[in-house]
């Protein structure tokens, strides 16, 4: 009987099958995520995260995007839904060559984002753009374009 509780004790809860999980693969396929921290919540972006996103950076310009890669899915696993947190993911895979990436990414941050923050939503567009184009998709990439010159005309 003793036995019995214990093992009841140590069953994991079930994961909530709603809680959104990030796309940010390691350099592996794109079906790897890193687990979401189940505090995280849509909101302010937490200190950690910040200075995570920071030293990414700080290594993507440095040329180290494999550090950049391993702080930015520590970033996500704490802030999920934080749209600058994907759109700096999918910079990251541009400057990777990994062009499908950072079109999916800057989707996910486009759509995460809203229409709160068009000067983020250009940012995003202007990664699809050169993703498009570098994977030789004309039409996907003057769509891109003409979303920027529109996003341009609303900023000024």
Do not use: K, Y
Request: glycine content about 6%.
């Amino acid at each position: 009987m003793l036995v019995l509780a214990l093992a009841a004790c140590a069953t994991p809860a079930p994961r909530d099958a709603a809680a959104p999980v990030p796309e940010a693969a390691s350099s592996g396929s794109d079906a790897a995520a890193p687990e979401v921290a189940p505090e995280a919540d849509f909101g302010t972006t937490p200190t950690a995260a910040l200075t995570l996103a920071q030293q990414a950076e700080s290594a993507r310009q440095a040329g180290d995007t494999a550090r950049a890669e391993q702080r930015l899915e520590r970033a996500l696993r704490i802030a999920p839904r934080d749209p600058g947190l994907w759109h700096q993911m999918a910079a990251l895979r541009l400057d990777q060559q990994r062009f499908q990436q950072a079109e999916r990414l800057a989707a996910r941050s486009l759509q995460m984002a809203g229409d709160g923050d068009r000067e983020l939503a250009l940012r995003n567009w202007r990664v699809i753009l050169e993703a498009r184009e570098a994977q030789g998709d004309a039409g996907g990439a003057e769509e891109a374009r003409e979303a920027i010159q529109r996003l341009e005309a609303d900023i000024v």
